[in-house]
């Protein structure tokens, strides 16, 4: 943009800083996925990534959701006590929220 002689106003930056932050999972995930080594390993690689980025979503302390799900998932005997460990409905106090810092 430099180059060409037109300089960026300060709400166009932030909006590519939010793209930016927005994407960034999605590239480390892109960059983990060889790593699989096989197709059953990246689609339990793709669904980890999907409920560490649903628990952030939801404000959710996402170490702390993984640990409290994976605990309990032994204990579930229906759908209904798996529904319960979904981000958006886990007990708060059990996991804990996100602290954003600005």
Known sequence: MAE???IPTESQLQALERKNMIMKPFIMARKNLPFASSVNG???LCLHFS???TAKHHGLAPYKYYVEAFEQIPHCQSVENFEVLLPWNIQLE???MVVECN
Request: hydrophobic share 50%; proline share 0%.
């Open 4 to 6: 060409e002689g037109i």
């Open 42 to 44: 990246a689609k339990a």
């Open 51 to 53: 409920l560490i980025r």
């Open 94 to 96: 059990r996991v804990g």
